[in-house]
């Protein structure tokens, strides 16, 4: 992978984690609430690892995450490039 595209994917899951930690914190919810509300197992590190761009979560994941944020999928990986 070039430099340019490991950046764009460091940024973008960056952008993802600080999305999920601001839902997270809006409704009030510990890493440790989050992690017990998504189906399944999943422990408090990997959601540590995603809110700090870390770790690049899949699909599934992702979507486990909204489940448990009651949010959609778009609302927690939607943003711009161009957004600082």
Do not use: H, W, Y
């Not at 430099?3 to 409704?27: A, M």
């Not at 809110?51 to 949010?71: H, K, M, Q």
């Amino acid at each position: 992978m070039s430099q340019d595209l490991k950046e764009l994917q460091i940024s973008i899951q960056k952008k993802i984690g600080i999305n999920i930690q601001n839902i997270r914190e809006e409704k009030g919810l510990s890493q440790v609430d989050l992690a017990s509300k998504m189906l399944g197992r999943f422990d408090t590190t990997n959601i540590s690892r995603i809110e700090s761009g870390r770790t690049n979560p899949t699909l599934f994941t992702l979507f486990r995450i909204s489940e448990a944020l009651e949010v959609s999928l778009t609302e927690l990986v939607g943003f711009s490039l161009e957004e600082k």
